[in-house]
């Protein structure tokens, strides 16, 4: 549609990752998927599953000529309407509608102009209907286990502790089991687990580091690890040349 690579434009340009490219589309047969109508929400959040997405979203686009005119010129009018579903919750995250017009004497010239001039609109609110969504998304409180492992380990669960009294969106964080070198928190965050995990990296330590072995969305599973610079190296191994 001439909608189409607006909106892959707009989105790739301001960072979204699309699931696939324009022309190459998914088969809804090969996932043993099938459409009531080309606006089925619920197979399309079946597909966008089945290849990793994290929302579908689904629009519609409608242009016909005004009873206004300017002049000798007719005006044209171009509709929009878009949902946005989120997969997870498999429910309806964003959806509004964008109008625009032009004025043209050739029919086909000026539906073309107002269907570009309302898909360009459409897509950067959608961009920003979507960035909402998700910040609001990921502000939600969740709550997962952490777990450290790894040698030395109570200085460096200290130490780790004290970074967690920087981490201002942690609501909650209690122990569920501590040995000498293990340790389960029940941990309540103002975001996903994802999100504590990539903050938690930023973090820095005085003689160590931290390896994020598993993250899912009730879990987070870390390991503490030598710093570069104190891990001690082997004895390089040496050749005699027989020839001296």
């Known amino acids: 549609s001439l909608s189409e690579p607006i909106f892959l434009e707009k989105m790739a340009e301001n960072r979204f990752s699309l699931v696939h490219a324009r022309g190459a589309y998914p088969e809804p047969q090969i ?33 016909s000529e005004s009873i206004n005119r300017m002049g000798d010129e007719k005006t044209f009018d171009a509709l929009i309407e878009i949902q946005a579903y989120d997969i997870v919750s498999r429910t309806q995250s964003v959806a509004f509608s964008v109008q625009a017009a032009a004025k043209s004497h050739m029919d086909r010239e000026g539906s073309t102009e107002a269907i570009a001039k309302a898909s360009t609109k459409a897509a950067l609110d959608l961009v920003h209907e979507l960035d ?23 200085p460096r669960f200290i130490a780790l502790k004290r970074r967690f009294r920087e981490m201002t969106d942690i609501e909650n964080i ?37 390896e994020i072995a598993e993250v899912t969305d009730n879990k987070v599973f870390i390991r503490f690890i030598q710093a570069l610079e104190d891990r001690v190296e082997g004895p390089l191994e040496t050749q005699e040349n027989p020839d001296q």
């Not at 909402?132 to 109570?154: P, Q, V």
């Open 31 to 63: 996932h043993d998927i099938r459409f009531n109508s080309i606006y089925d929400a619920d197979a399309a959040m079946d597909l966008g599953a089945k290849l990793g997405a994290d929302m579908v979203v689904m629009g519609r686009v409608r242009a």
């Open 132 to 154: 909402r969504f998700w910040m609001k998304n990921l502000r939600k409180e969740n709550a997962f286990d952490l777990i450290i492992e790894g040698e030395s380990f109570l």
């Open 174 to 210: 209690q122990p569920k089991e501590i040995a000498s070198e293990r340790a389960v928190m029940e941990v309540v965050y103002k975001g996903s687990a994802s999100h504590f995990a990539d903050t938690l990296m930023l973090k820095t330590f005085e003689g160590f580091g931290l």
